[in-house]
């Protein structure tokens, strides 16, 4: 699950991005990254216009929804769907197109293809036939192969706005990987925790506040410890990103990797930690970002308690094997993420398993007189999604995890335009 990073409402399974499988507060996540905590998110601030160029480069209740893109609608120039509508577009049209490495989104489009039958009837019976042919391919596809096979098989269509709106918002998540210990430890002092055996009986649970300082809560609590952490900020982090990887101290001495993935929440509302941070002065709104917070936190010690309980909402945890540390979370789709090549989407919008074509830009520091903007355009999955996803042209962009992958997706609040590559 999506959660954004931060800067928004988490998203659910990997950053809640609520996902199937990830389900953070936030991107994404990665989800997440973290699907994540800040007054940032495309549903709190408005989306930042793409200029003109020769190149293009987190209660409140949706909208009643429409069915998703019918495929059946192949032969009209303009379809829709739930949130907008896809209008027929050419491939020269898709910026960067000739310049990506399509064989690092091809593992991607593959895993897609195995939850098929997942996809319901509709979709499937317009996706069999090619992923047929992808797998007949095989896994070892050459660039010229792959570029080949999407241009013949494949239709772009723009992803437009219910009134044709083309630019949209693109957030990052990641997986956080933390140090972890079993046991309490001196240093490792905030909890990581299973579910209750009550939440199902108490709506809404205890707030976040309450669960450190409540006897009825701690005791609710007792033994529900998965493992501890250090930082309060990485605690609350995995929980707005729903999901992350723990370098885990076992009592013997031994390490060992493992995954710990969203089981529920305590029914409390999200509050961004950025927006509390903009009313003390900390910085702007458009200074924020999950490094910006870390840099308070850090000046801050004393406060940081204070800065987590603004937030009531508490994530549990289930704890999961790690088999293979290359492969992603899982996303709402049912299939491991691919950093750099998953993305969380409105489903609404764009099926799971579908294509699609990024044209977006890189995150940098927030500077008065910031460099050029890098493009960042690449082929994509929509492979998760999540709360603070909604819109047509909205995107959580996964970034991974290990180093730079908190950074990335912290800054990431990008323009971003969007098309949809759906079978012929």
């Known amino acids: 699950m999506s959660v954004s990073f931060p800067l928004h409402e988490p998203a659910t399974p990997l950053r809640h991005r609520q996902r199937t499988q990830r389900q953070p507060e936030g991107g994404a996540i990665l989800g997440s990254l973290l699907g994540l905590i800040l007054l940032l998110s495309a549903c709190t601030s408005p989306a930042p216009v793409i200029p003109p160029a020769p190149v293009e480069t987190p209660v409140t209740t949706p909208p009643e929804t429409r069915p998703s893109p019918d495929p059946t609608g192949a032969n009209e120039p303009v379809r829709t769907t739930g949130r907008g509508r896809w209008v027929r577009a050419d491939w020269s049209a898709l910026p960067g197109w000739n310049d990506d490495s399509l064989t690092l989104a091809w593992p991607a489009l593959l895993r897609s293809c195995d939850r098929l039958p997942a996809a319901g009837a509709v979709q499937s019976s317009a996706w069999a036939p090619v992923c047929d042919a992808a797998r007949a391919i095989g896994p070892a596809a050459d660039e010229t192969r792959i570029r080949q096979f999407l241009t013949s098989r494949l239709q772009p269509w723009r992803v437009e706005g219910p009134t044709g709106q083309v630019d949209g918002l693109m957030t990052g998540y990641f997986e956080p990987l933390i140090e972890a210990s079993r046991v309490r430890t001196a240093r490792q002092t905030v909890p990581l925790y299973a579910p ?229």
Not at 280 to 291: C, D, H, N
């Open 196 to 424: 209750p055996a009550d939440l199902a009986t108490r709506k809404p649970w205890y707030t976040r506040a309450q669960i450190d300082t409540l006897p009825a809560a701690i005791s609710a609590l007792k033994g529900k410890a998965i493992a501890w952490v250090a930082d309060p900020l990485d605690a609350t982090l995995v929980q707005v990103q729903g999901s992350g990887r723990l370098m885990l101290t076992e009592p013997d001495g031994s390490r060992r990797m493992v995954r710990i993935a969203y089981a529920a929440n305590n029914d409390h509302p999200f509050v961004p930690l950025s927006r509390w941070l903009v009313q003390q002065g900390a910085f702007t709104l458009e200074q924020a970002s999950w490094p910006a917070i870390r840099d308070w936190a850090r000046a801050n010690p004393q406060r940081v308690r204070e800065l987590v309980n603004v937030n009531p909402r508490y994530v549990f945890f289930r704890e999961e094997a790690l088999p293979d540390p290359s492969i992603g979370a899982v996303g709402a789709q049912g299939v491991p993420l691919t950093p750099g090549r998953s993305i969380a989407v409105d489903k609404e919008s764009i099926p799971y398993g579908t294509p699609v074509w990024l044209a977006s830009t890189e995150p940098q520091p927030w500077s008065l007189n910031p460099p050029p903007a890098r493009p960042l355009q690449r082929l994509v999955m929509a492979q998760d999604t999540g709360s603070a996803i909604v819109g047509a042209v909205r995107a959580d962009y996964y970034w991974g995890w290990g180093d730079g992958a908190e950074d990335r997706a912290g800054r990431t609040k990008q323009p971003l335009r969007l098309w949809a590559l759906w079978p012929r």
